[in-house]
């Protein structure tokens, strides 16, 4: 799901706004008697739609990366033992 949300869905969006608006101006042409136009494959500038859903998919996954992790001002502190125990390591935040 996270795959389809983050890749596939932003890549296919551009795709799909030109296949909407396309069938939108097929029924506009019909209606006012325009012959028959090529098929949507023969028209359609395939090139444009992949790079645009490239990019929008880029900036999706960049925009969750900026977004997504913890905060960079805690300390580490490496595993170490304590009266026995193994204490993992872990990060420590300053109290606010």
């Known amino acids: 799901m996270r795959l389809l949300l983050e890749l596939l869905l932003p890549a ?26 090529l098929p949507w494959w023969a028209e359609t500038p395939w090139l444009a739609l992949a790079v645009a859903g490239v990019l929008l998919a880029g900036t999706v996954l960049s925009v969750i990366v900026v977004n ?25 935040y300053p109290k606010k």
Do not use: C, F, K, W
């Open 12 to 37: 296919m969006i551009p795709a799909l706004i030109y296949l909407g608006y396309l069938q939108v101006e097929r029924r506009r042409a019909a209606r006012n008697g325009a012959d028959e136009p």
């Open 68 to 92: 997504s992790g913890d905060a960079i001002n805690g300390v580490y502190v490496p595993a170490h033992m304590d009266n026995g125990t193994l204490v993992p390591g872990h990060v420590d």
